[in-house]
């Protein structure tokens, strides 16, 4: 089982950054891919980014540009740098862990992240 712990949420206005961070913890494979979604209010989850073990990427069209996901594997951590804030970007954002090829199951606790003036 594995466990995740985000951090990072906060208030932030349009145009503002703010950097995620997910903390995986407990026993995993060490090939797997790692994610970002988030759920806007009144709104299904939905996929922000992921990235594998290997490096690659993957972002919904929404954050192309605006969002980096990266990992720190000495500190077995995701990031989600996100700039250029908008208020569509207001959701919880939850961090997800799989083997690679696995559908996510393993889910953190979420965090809240708005954008408002």
Known sequence: QVQLVESGGGLVQPGGSLRLSCVASGSFFRIYTMGWYRQPPGKQRELVATITSGGSTNYADSVKGRFTIST????????????????GDTAVYYCTWAPIGKP???????TQVTVSS
Request: aromatic share 14%; charged share 15%; glycine share 8%.
């Open 72 to 87: 720190d594997n000495t500190k077995n951590t995701v990031y989600l740098q996100m700039n250029n804030l908008k208020p």
């Open 104 to 110: 996510f199951n393993n889910w953190g606790q979420g």
